[in-house]
């Protein structure tokens, strides 16, 4: 079956850095879009960043200190989160989807200290 496995998250102050990955197994990785979501407790998922085979999305909020990158070699999405923000806190999921299938991570804490 379909997993997608994130990691990476953790506690940083404001200004830091985190790399988040998220490894995929299951699926023919190479053909699909992945993406990366957060959510914070009483709040609705957001979309923070997407790639497809050629191209990458952002969220205005994240653009300029995020870059989403995948490695189909090793079925791994990054996104890499610099300049963090105590705004950016929530949990960060990954998103895998091709046509109507879509599947989720767990998701992993990222909380940033002012």
């Known amino acids: 079956q379909v997993q997608l496995v994130e990691s990476g998250g953790g506690l940083v102050q404001a200004g830091g850095s985190l790399r988040l990955s998220c490894a995929a197994s299951g699926l023919t990785f190479s053909t699909y879009n992945m993406g990366w979501f957060r959510q914070v407790p009483g709040k609705e998922r957001e979309f923070v960043a997407a790639?497809?085979?050629?191209?990458?999305s952002y969220a205005d909020s994240v653009k300029g200190r995020f870059t989403i990158s995948r490695d189909n070699a090793k079925k791994t999405v990054y996104l890499q989160m610099n300049s963090l923000k105590p705004e950016d806190t929530a949990v960060y999921y990954c998103?895998?989807?091709?046509?109507?299938?879509?599947?989720w991570g767990q998701g992993t804490q990222v909380t940033v200290s002012s």
């Open positions: 790639i497809s085979w050629n191209a990458a």
């Open positions: 998103r895998g989807s091709l046509g109507p299938a879509s599947y």
